[in-house]
């Protein structure tokens, strides 16, 4: 990765707006979809797609790129609109979301899309998948590093921790799983729904090393990912705090809007606090 200068963070802020803006854009014209995972993830896909990831976007089968695996699918408007804006396919295809026969359906799916590493849909398979390029690339002996994006909510799965269990016992130090640390899931905060603390000393007992970051901080959180690439024979996990719904006040922390589009008078009023929201970052780096 390159240097994280202020001005870096000042560009990954504004990207992070125009990708929520587009988050947006895309719920409301499929009228479904899910609204506060894909917002309090921006920064994070932000971050990866335009300054963590070696990728080409012209080039999405590039056998070196490193390989992002999204676990909970449902949040995928996130992936869509940052790699939209990143260069896969034209931004406008972006209103196609949910569309019949269109590329970008509610879930990802692998062999509709180019620079889609895996069909997602049931919760907890990422880690699994994940961990299993990773154990593959090394043992092709391959440098890309495999990231995983999974909530919080799908720690719930058993699959989840016997996925856990193979990495840590393998020493699958090329693998950096990120969880989304929102504190909810679709019927309501996951401590009421189905307690998961201490997260922390659970996955550190399968010999992971675990780091705990502001989800929404870009210099926080590339730090996190340096240290991971230095930690050598343990897998390692970035517990990312995030708001759900994050940039639009009156949803945030709301389970509600887990699996709830915006109708298009709160569309047009949540683009506004967006722009809003632009107005401050750019004076604030002025």
């Known amino acids: 990765m390159t240097t994280l200068t202020d001005q870096k963070i000042r560009e990954l802020e504004l990207k992070a707006d125009d990708i929520r803006q587009t988050i947006i854009k895309m719920l409301v014209e499929a009228g479904s979809g899910h609204t506060a995972g894909p917002l309090g993830m921006a920064d994070i ?3 990866f797609y335009f300054h963590i990831l070696n990728h080409d976007p012209k080039n999405p089968f590039w056998e070196e790129r490193d390989r992002l695996i999204l676990s909970n699918g449902h949040i995928v408007p996130v992936r869509y ?26 879930h990802p799916e692998r062999v509709r899309l180019p620079g889609l590493e895996t069909t997602s849909g049931p919760l907890g398979s990422g880690l699994g998948q994940a961990a299993g390029y990773a154990y593959g690339a090394r043992m ?86 340096e240290e991971a690439h230095a930690i050598y024979e343990q897998p390692t996990l970035i517990v990312a705090h995030t708001i759900p719904g994050k940039g ?38 002025q």
């Open 140 to 225: 092709d002996g391959k440098k890309f590093r495999v990231y995983c994006a999974m909530s919080d909510g799908e720690q719930d799965a058993g699959n989840v921790w016997e996925a856990a269990m193979f990495a840590g016992n393998n020493k699958l130090s090329n693998l950096t799983a990120v969880m989304d640390r929102n504190n909810i899931q679709i019927d309501g905060m996951t401590e009421s729904v189905m307690p998961l603390e201490p997260l922390r000393k659970k996955y550190e007992a399968f010999n992971w090393h675990v780091i705990e970051v502001n989800g929404h901080n870009f210099r926080q959180f590339t730090d996190a990912i």
């Open 45 to 47: 896909f932000t971050a």
């Open 81 to 106: 609109a940052a790699m939209a804006h990143a260069g896969y396919f034209p931004i406008e295809e972006c209103m196609t979301l949910r569309k019949f026969g269109s590329r970008l359906q509610g």
């Open 248 to 285: 639009i006040p009156e949803i945030e922390f709301d389970y509600r809007w887990h699996g709830k589009p915006p109708t298009p008078e709160e569309a047009k009023q949540f683009l506004s606090e967006l722009r809003t929201l632009r107005g401050k970052i750019e004076s604030e780096h």
